[in-house]
């Protein structure tokens, strides 16, 4: 893939990200107060950290085909349920379960949260494809390219402390 | 389906329900503390909480088939994870994000909670089937069918006050 071909690739998924947020922000955000959508993201971040636990240990230890499977398909279909849409105006700050740990830059105009949100999507679907291969060292591969997206953007857009 | 194959069926989908929460088990909770467990299980049911609420809201607004196919997908995807696996010996009372909301009585030997989580799993799998279909009104007969298994678990192992 040549640079022109990966920048129209990054933009498309950029752009696939942000469309399906707004279509999801449409149609639920309207009755969902800021606490809740928090609330939301929190939950559906703690389940996809969760179930990255879950395969790192299967991959460390005694693998099992099921588990990495059952696991990623999860992940995956939360990455696909536009959680973009979970970050609206307004919801900069505030308590879900606990006060939020997204940083201010995350919400500011031009920031990077669009395209880290498009490549997380592409990783991990394509991890629940590779896990169904069976292939030990592809999954581990794969599931090295998601975790690298999930700290991209912890690195830029979560607190520290948290 | 007569009364015998329905018989067989429920308890088949219990064993699996059991056979799929063990298998989580030893994998996963053994170093996860009682509190973790309750926190992911909170996280869990959260999620789905939310896109059945998402659902409704389609159902009951504009329908859109991609919308129903992305929460219904997620719902099935959280619901295979074995969540029986987060209701371990010593999880009975505890605090995750809040206080657990389980009733002690879930925890019992005997009690019908592997049955109505095996049903939920049947159910959840069977709406992510349906909503591919874009018929309406199989996926509106389905969803029911899937939000009464949530109601048979709430009514008999959720305190009334959550």
Same mark, same amino acid.
């Given at each position: 893939?040549?640079?022109?071909?990966?920048?129209? &690739?990054?933009?498309?998924?950029?752009?696939?990200?942000?469309?399906?947020?707004?279509?999801?922000?449409? @149609? =639920?955000?309207?009755?969902? #107060?800021?606490?809740?959508?928090?609330?939301? /993201?929190?939950?559906? $971040? @703690?389940? !996809?950290?969760?179930?990255?636990?879950?395969?790192?240990?299967?991959?460390?230890?005694?693998?099992? %085909?099921?588990?990495?499977?059952?696991?990623?398909?999860? !992940?995956?279909? !939360?990455?696909?349920? *536009? &959680? *973009?849409?979970?970050?609206? +105006?307004?919801?900069? =700050?505030?308590?879900?379960?606990?006060?939020?740990?997204?940083?201010?830059? &995350?919400? %500011?105009?031009?920031?990077?949260?669009?395209?880290?949100? *498009?490549? $997380?999507? %592409?990783?991990?679907?394509? &991890?629940? %494809?590779?896990?169904?291969?069976?292939?030990?060292?592809?999954?581990?591969?794969?599931?090295?390219?998601? +975790?690298? +997206?999930?700290?991209?953007?912890?690195?830029? $857009? /979560? /607190? #520290?402390?948290?």
């Amino acid at each position: 893939m040549n640079k022109r071909q990966k920048s129209y &690739l990054a933009a498309s998924l950029a752009m696939a990200f942000l469309a399906v947020s707004v279509g999801a922000v449409a @149609q =639920q955000s309207a009755p969902a #107060k800021p606490e809740t959508l928090i609330k939301w /993201r929190q939950s559906a $971040f @703690q389940v !996809i950290g969760w179930n990255c636990g879950h395969i790192k240990q299967v991959l460390d230890g005694v693998y099992n %085909k099921e588990e990495v499977v059952k696991s990623a398909n999860a !992940i995956a279909a !939360i990455s696909n349920l *536009g &959680l *973009g849409s979970l970050f609206t +105006t307004g919801t900069e =700050q505030g308590k879900g379960w606990h006060e939020t740990n997204a940083k201010p830059e &995350l919400f %500011k105009e031009g920031s990077k949260v669009g395209e880290y949100a *498009g490549n $997380f999507v %592409k990783e991990a679907n394509e &991890l629940a %494809k590779v896990s169904n291969s069976g292939d030990v060292a592809a999954v581990k591969s794969q599931f090295s390219k998601l +975790t690298a +997206t999930c700290k991209s953007c912890h690195d830029d $857009f /979560r /607190r #520290k402390d948290s």
